[in-house]
T-cell receptor
Framework: GAGVSQSPSNKVTEKGKDVELRCDPI?????LYWYRQSLGQGLEFLIY????????KSGLPSDRFSAERTGGSVSTLTIQRTQQEDSAVYLC???????????FGPGTRLLVL | AQSVSQHNHHVILSEAASLELGCNYS??????LFWYVQYPGQHLQLLLK????DPLVKGIKGFEAEFIKSKFSFNLRKPSVQWSDTAEYFC?????????????WGLGTSLAVNP
């Protein structure tokens, strides 16, 4: 079946602009995660959605970052007033109910000039 | 706070050499353990996982990992690597506490296998 998809695959933006990154999880998966992967770094947790529960936003690095998940499916990660240090690969993952294995999308490579 | 430590950041091996990548975590309770792999140009995928039972788990492509609870370790092994094993390997741990299934990730180990 279809895996996790993310769009765009690449995004180049200018410092100060807002960007929106999209994630389509695998159908039926109730958990959705956003991570950031910087060059030479591991995965940095950003935010976690589980069903209708309040999201775990503990990993968001600043109030410029926000995410929402509409209808328990598609999620959008928004970065306002982008900075050069926001340049990274943003990864989305989803998990089926009751399972912790995370299935990753291909990521969005963000470059802030 | 939980943390995951991967001891080797860069490993270079020749084909047919044996591989062991270290992973240690800090958490005293019940954990679920994962190894993920990211091949060049591809997305992260699950290599193997341990939830309970036999502490020696087998994964795809001949990989295995052993959970040693007393050492808080979950090292990844392969008896004979191939060039196609060149990839980034990540260890991850879940504290399996309540409804929070957030994984804590190691920084990754970059493996290069020379033909």
């Amino acid at each position: 079946g279809a895996g996790v998809s993310q769009s765009p695959s690449n995004k180049v933006t200018e410092k100060g602009k807002d960007v929106e990154l999209r994630c389509d999880p695998i159908s039926g998966h109730t958990a959705l995660y956003w991570y950031r992967q910087s060059l030479g770094q591991g995965l940095e947790f950003l935010i976690y959605f589980q069903g209708n529960s309040a999201p775990d936003k503990s990993g968001l690095p600043s109030d410029r970052f926000s995410a929402e998940r509409t209808g328990g499916s598609v999620s959008t990660l928004t970065i306002q007033r982008t900075q050069q240090e926001d340049s990274a690969v943003y990864l989305c993952a989803s998990s089926p109910p009751g399972e912790e294995t995370q299935y990753f999308g291909p990521g969005t490579r963000l470059l802030v000039l | 706070a939980q943390s995951v430590s991967q001891h080797n950041h860069h490993v270079i091996l020749s084909e047919a050499a044996s591989l062991e990548l270290g992973c240690n975590y800090s958490y005293g309770g019940t954990v679920n353990l994962f190894w993920y792999v990211q091949y060049p140009g591809q997305h992260l995928q699950l290599l193997l996982k341990y939830f309970s039972g036999d502490p020696l788990v087998k994964g795809i492509k001949g990989f295995e990992a052993e959970f040693i609870k007393s050492k808080f370790s979950f090292n990844l092994r392969k008896p004979s690597v191939q060039w196609s094993d060149t990839a980034e390997y990540f260890c991850a741990v879940s504290a399996n506490a309540g409804n929070n299934r957030k994984l804590i990730w190691g920084l990754g180990t970059s493996l290069a296998v020379n033909p």
